[in-house]
């Protein structure tokens, strides 16, 4: 699963090229993900884009990833 900072929106958003089912992959993705990329709500990944946790900067957002990265890869 790859796990990117994404913008959207005027604001910055946690998302995954990948679904929690995907097999591991040892590559980063292949330049700007699709739109069929799924975003973290807080608890969750979701495939709808309006119910994204978003930051007001991208700093924001990867400080919470590394915080948060078990969580992220596991939920």
Avoid: C
């Avoid at 699709?34 to 807080?42: A, F, H, K, L, M």
């Amino acid at each position: 699963m790859g796990i990117l900072t994404l913008q959207q929106d005027g604001q910055f958003v946690i998302s995954s090229d990948r679904v929690m089912t995907d097999s591991p992959v040892n590559r980063p993705p292949k330049g700007k993900p699709s739109d069929n990329y799924q975003v973290w709500t807080g608890d969750a990944w979701s495939a709808e884009h309006a119910d994204a946790m978003t930051f007001r900067t991208m700093d924001a957002a990867d400080e919470y990833v590394k915080a948060n990265y078990q969580r992220l890869t596991t939920g």
